[in-house]
Structure formats: C-alpha cells, structure tokens
C-alpha cells in the first residue's frame, strides 16, 4: 500500500497536472492580450479620423464648387435646368452641370467630362426666377445647398 501511494506522488511530480494553467502561461496569454489592445486602440483612432476628414474633404469640395457655379452663372446670358441637369448660355457655349454616377460633372458644349463634386447621392437644381437653387445630398446623408442670384435679366426658356 505504501509502494501505491509513493509511485502515484511519483507521477504527480514528474508529470504535473496537464489540465491547469501555471502562471507562466497566464503570463504569457496576458502579454499577447496586452500586445493585441495596444496595436488595436491606434487602429480604431485612425478609422474614426478618417470618417471626420472625408466630412471636412468633402464640405472643402462643396465649397469649391460652389464658387465655381456661383462664377459661370454670373457669366451666363441664359439659365436653364433640363431633365435634372443645369444648362448655361454663355456667348457660343453650352456648359452642363449633371449629375454622373456618384458624382456631379461640368460638360462644355457636350464633350469633355470634368468632376466637380464627388460622392453624391442626389442633386436637385431648381430654377427660381433669376436664381437658381442647387441642393446636393452626399453619400453620407448630409445636405448641402446653395442659392445663386443673378444681377443679369436670364432669357426665359420657350
């Protein structure tokens, strides 16, 4: 009985118990736990900050284009908004504004394709009198809209 209970302390020592964590591997999970949070906080600051700056890229554009349309029709001696697309008159060229896929394009007497504004959902150009009303939906959800007067008397379309 003796030789019984001295073989099995025998074995528990020179084979421990295989089923239980020693504080070594617990270690060691935890260092490659830590090492795993570490590399993954950055990570998501990165993803975040790249959602703001395509926002503030993206107003950055809107205003560009603004400024562009606000210019060409000041210039323009007729105004029209056909089939959802933006007609100027501006001595013997026909400038489109329309929108082109997920974008919104400037066409010059039906050639050339320039993008103006990019990641557009919907555009809406409106004619009001001697101003016109353009509204810009991205693809984000945002709204952006914009009214342009003319101090130039538009020839009314027939």
Same mark, same amino acid.
């Given at each position: 009985?003796?030789?019984?209970?001295?073989?099995?302390?025998?074995?528990?020592?020179?084979?421990?118990? $295989?089923?239980?964590?020693?504080?070594?591997?617990?270690?060691?999970? %935890? /260092?490659? %736990? /830590?090492? +795993?949070?570490?590399?993954? +906080?950055?990570?998501? =600051?990165?993803? $975040?900050?790249?959602?703001?700056?395509? @926002?503030?890229? #993206? $107003?950055?554009?809107?205003?560009? %284009?603004?400024? =562009?349309?606000?210019?060409?029709?000041?210039? !323009? !001696?007729?105004? &029209?908004?056909?089939?959802?697309?933006?007609?100027?008159?501006?001595?013997?060229?026909?400038?489109?504004?329309?929108?082109?896929?997920?974008?919104?394009?400037?066409? *010059?007497?039906?050639? @050339?394709? &320039?993008?103006?504004? #990019?990641?557009?959902? *919907?555009?809406? %150009?409106?004619?009001? @009198?001697?101003?016109?009303?353009?509204?810009?939906?991205?693809?984000?959800?945002? $709204?952006? /809209?914009?009214? *342009?007067? !003319?101090?130039?008397?538009?020839?009314?379309?027939?």
């Amino acid at each position: 009985m003796l030789n019984r209970h001295f073989i099995r302390e025998l074995k528990s020592v020179l084979y421990p118990n $295989e089923k239980a964590f020693t504080l070594l591997e617990v270690l060691f999970a %935890f /260092s490659i %736990f /830590s090492t +795993i949070v570490f590399f993954m +906080i950055p990570l998501l =600051q990165i993803i $975040e900050d790249t959602k703001d700056s395509n @926002g503030k890229l #993206q $107003e950055m554009e809107w205003e560009v %284009f603004c400024s =562009q349309v606000k210019k060409e029709i000041h210039m !323009s !001696s007729k105004v &029209e908004v056909l089939s959802g697309r933006l007609v100027l008159t501006n001595n013997n060229e026909t400038i489109n504004y329309e929108k082109y896929g997920s974008n919104i394009r400037r066409r *010059v007497n039906s050639t @050339g394709h &320039e993008t103006l504004l #990019q990641n557009i959902a *919907v555009v809406t %150009f409106t004619r009001i @009198g001697n101003s016109v009303e353009i509204i810009v939906v991205d693809v984000w959800g945002k $709204e952006y /809209s914009v009214v *342009v007067h !003319s101090y130039i008397r538009w020839v009314s379309a027939i």
